[in-house]
């Protein structure tokens, strides 16, 4: 399996402050098309996981543009440029190049 | 725009199969991938498997052959069998669509697996 690590799993955050969330992959997730398919998700308690960010840094409709990814190969990164109170949560990372499809960890984030 | 939603039993016994069931309202189920995910209560999200629209599947390795899916395009409907059950399947199963990069989610049926 393509194993996904993401770091940290805990992040006391304060409001308007940024925030930064890594995410690295055991192999490449470059797929042969050419493209690199790394998710990013956000899950509120008691909710289904809500993508935010596909292919690396490809927004969905209706994202804040507080939320930003980056990166290539295996390390990806995820960033809030200011916290709001509703970024609360657990945001995961997804690989979608390998099979099979692998999560991170998840990170915790809470306001200080 | 397309909505999913997960039906079937709450409550399965040890050694007995779970079997769910996704709807697909708002759009087709042609052409697209479908996917199985779970989270154990308090942990991370575990991919189960897969089904395109024609019938092709992928199965996460890790539960063997203890998985299967099937698809009915008739209904809009796709559906998960995974047997023999133990305490370590009960989880929130999503069902989800997409073939790299999942943009659909259900709410979740939360089963647990228990005599």
């Known amino acids: 399996d393509s194993e996904v690590t993401q770091s940290p799993l805990f992040l006391p955050v304060t409001l308007g402050q940024p925030a930064s969330i890594s995410c690295r992959s055991s192999q490449s997730l470059v797929y042969l098309d050419g493209n690199t398919y790394l998710n990013w998700f956000h899950q509120r308690p008691g909710q289904s996981p809500r993508r935010l960010i596909y292919k690396v840094s490809n927004r969905d409709s209706g994202v804040p543009d507080r939320f930003s990814g980056s990166g290539s190969g295996t390390d990806f990164t995820l960033k809030i440029s200011r916290v709001e109170a509703e970024d609360v949560g657990v945001y995961y990372c997804?690989?979608?190049?390998?099979?099979?499809?692998?999560f991170g960890q998840g990170t915790k984030v809470e306001i200080k | 725009q397309v909505q999913l939603q997960e039906s079937g039993p709450g409550l399965v016994k040890p050694s007995e199969t779970l079997s769910l069931s996704c709807s697909v309202s708002?759009?087709?189920?042609?052409?697209?991938?479908w996917n199985w995910i779970r989270q154990p209560a308090g942990k991370g999200l575990e991919w189960v498997g897969r089904i395109y629209s024609s019938g092709g599947t992928n199965y996460n390795p890790s539960l063997g052959s203890r998985v299967t899916l099937s698809v009915d395009a008739s209904r809009n409907q796709f559906s998960l069998n995974l047997g023999p059950v133990s305490a370590a399947d009960s989880a929130v199963y999503y069902c989800?669509?997409?073939?790299?990069?999942?943009?659909?989610w259900g709410h979740g049926i939360s089963v647990t697996v228990s005599s």
């Open positions: 708002g759009g087709s189920i042609n052409n697209y991938y």
């Open positions: 989800a669509r997409g073939e790299h990069d999942v943009d659909v």
């Open positions: 997804m690989q979608g190049t390998h099979w099979p499809r692998t």
